[in-house]
T-cell receptor, first 114, second 114 residues
Framework: GDSVTQMEGPVTLSEEACLTI???????????LFWYVQYPGEGLQLLLK?????DKGSNKGFEATYRKETTSFHLEKGSVQVSDSAVYFC?????????????FGAGTRLAVHP | DAGVIQSPRHEVTEMGQEVTLRCKPI?????LFWYRQTMMRGLELLIY????????DSGMPEDRFSAKMPNASFSTLKIQPSEPRDSAVYFC????????????FGPGTRLLVL
């Protein structure tokens, strides 16, 4: 079945360091792909998404490119801030029987230190 | 819009008691999702509704869990009787019809069963 695999955390970085969080997926067809972020004590919120191959999603300095050749959607940021400390979830949308639902990865915790 | 509203935000109860969690989705959204998040199991989809009708409840852990959506603006998740292993953060999310729609999450209800 469809699935999403993320790199295990926690990822610990100093402020202004470069970030990459790896995400690969297994799915039939070409599903839309998402990154959600969860700040401490809050619900998940959409960070960015891409709906077709080679699309690049971007928001708040984060980027991810939909790579169908490698079935990947890695999250990148050139210079992280302390405020980026959160848990990041990669997800794909599965459309089945006329309905759709999100398939989430396990999440990757990011801690950024001053 | 106020976003997805959940209540209560925190609930502490004793084993065997009934627990009711409440959710008000974003107005106009026709999908509603209930998730559970724990350290051990990550984010799990419990059940989701479309136009107030339960579509997939395969994630509901057992018969002690039930969910209803009596109208487009209200849903409940009930646990009866509750057990310590039900302790988790429960999220409600909503979205609107479309193949790649974004799910908007509420702030969650943190449940502790003693």
């Amino acid at each position: 079945g469809d699935s999403v695999t993320q790199m295990e955390g926690p990822v610990t970085l100093s402020e202004e360091a470069c970030l990459t969080i790896n995400c690969t997926y297994t799915a039939t067809g070409y599903p839309s792909l998402f990154w959600y972020v969860q700040y401490p004590g809050e619900g998940l919120q959409l960070l960015l998404k891409a709906t077709k191959a080679d699309d690049k999603g971007s928001n708040k300095g984060f980027e991810a490119t939909y790579r169908k050749e490698t079935t990947s959607f890695h999250l990148e940021k050139g210079s992280v801030q302390v405020s980026d400390s959160a848990v990041y979830f990669c997800a794909l949308i599965r459309f089945s029987g006329g309905y759709n639902k999100l398939i989430f990865g396990a999440g990757t915790r990011l801690a950024v230190h001053p | 819009d106020a976003g997805v509203i959940q209540s209560p935000r925190h609930e502490v109860t004793e084993m065997g008691q009934e627990v009711t969690l409440r959710c008000k989705p974003i107005s106009g959204h026709d999908y509603l999702f209930w998730y559970r998040q724990t350290m051990m199991r990550g984010l799990e989809l419990l059940i989701y509704f479309n136009n107030n009708v339960p579509i997939d409840d395969s994630g509901m852990p057992e018969d002690r869990f039930s969910a209803k959506m009596p109208n487009a603006s209200f849903s409940t998740l009930k646990i009866q009787p509750s057990e310590p292993r039900d302790s988790a953060v429960y999220f409600c999310a909503s979205s609107s019809t479309g193949l790649d729609e974004t799910q908007y999450f509420g702030p969650g209800t943190r449940l502790l069963v003693l």
